[in-house]
């Protein structure tokens, strides 16, 4: 009912640049809160980043100063502005809100099918 479609992911260098986009589409009334989450080969899904549909931020503190996440709620979609990458930030990113679908009154979660940021050293 919810389809979350990320981009932006892509291949760069140590010390490069990347902005994830994530569009959600569907039976949307209210599009709560947002966010990034990443998992790296071998190791548990981690929060990126969140943001409220009233602008509030939390940041992992690996990424605290580096990323950015913003989201435009007339278009239901959230962006991860990555900046200062480091190899370490390798991972599969992925999407994900809370949304409260036409017709109903609770909150589900949905993800987008995730998408690769590679950065080499």
């Known amino acids: 009912q919810v389809q979350l479609a990320e981009s932006g992911g892509g291949f760069v260098q140590a010390g490069g640049s990347l902005r994830l986009s994530c569009a959600a589409s569907?039976?949307?009334?209210?599009?709560?809160?947002m966010g990034w989450y990443r998992q790296a080969p071998g190791k548990q899904r981690e929060l990126v980043a969140t943001?409220?549909?009233?602008?509030?931020?939390n940041y992992a503190d690996s990424v605290k100063g580096r990323f950015t996440i913003s989201r435009d709620n007339a278009k239901n979609t959230v962006y991860l502005q990555m900046n200062g990458l480091k190899p370490e930030d390798t991972a599969v990113y992925y999407c994900?809100?809370?949304?409260?679908?036409?017709?109903?009154?609770?909150?589900?979660?949905?993800w987008g099918q995730g998408t690769q940021v590679t950065v080499s050293s």
């Open positions: 994900s809100g809370s949304f409260v679908l036409v017709g109903g009154y609770n909150e589900y979660a949905y």
């Open positions: 943001i409220t549909r009233r602008g509030s931020t």
């Open positions: 569907g039976s949307i009334f209210i599009t709560k809160a």
